[in-house]
Structure formats: structure tokens, C-alpha cells
């Protein structure tokens, strides 16, 4: 028996941009909270307006990403044999 999944293309969003909700077919996306990536880099950017000298320190802002599965990434049953 051949497994069905050797032949398909599977293909995923990188952005859940807002159009995305309203195209076809629904393809799964990755969410990455644009908002929130620039509110943090507003903030830090005001903290670094802040700071003089050898006090500056690099720092590592780490957002997690949010998968958004949609119809299209399903399984769909696979008919029976009779």
C-alpha cells in the first residue's frame, strides 16, 4: 500500500496576515505577532535613548510564534476498500 502523503504538497503561510482569512483554500499559517515584534522594538529603543556610555547592554527578545491551522491542513479520511 502507498502511503498517500508521499505524493501531496503541503504549503503554509509565514505571516496570518489578515487577507489570508479570506482566501481560498485556507492554508495553515505562521503567526508572528508584527504587533507585538514592534512594540517591543519601540520600547527597547526608548530604553536605549536612555542609556549612555558602557552601560548599554545587547539583549535578546525572543516572541513566540503561533501555528494557525486552517481547513486545508485537516486530514481528510481516506475512503475504504470493499
Same mark, same amino acid.
Given at each position: 500500500m502507498r502511503? =498517500?502523503?508521499a505524493s501531496c504538497v503541503m504549503l503554509a503561510g509565514f505571516s496570518n496576515a489578515l487577507f489570508s482569512?479570506?482566501?481560498g483554500p485556507k492554508l495553515p499559517s505562521i503567526?508572528?505577532?508584527c504587533e507585538l515584534m514592534g512594540q517591543? =522594538?519601540?520600547q527597547r529603543r526608548?530604553?536605549?535613548m536612555g542609556e549612555?556610555?558602557?552601560s548599554f547592554a545587547a539583549r535578546q527578545v525572543v516572541l513566540q510564534p503561533e501555528l494557525c491551522?486552517?481547513?486545508s491542513?485537516?486530514?481528510r479520511k481516506q475512503p475504504t476498500a470493499k
Open positions: 502511503d =498517500a502523503s482569512q479570506f482566501t503567526g508572528q505577532h517591543s =522594538a519601540t526608548l530604553e536605549l549612555r556610555g558602557p491551522v486552517r481547513a491542513s485537516l486530514r
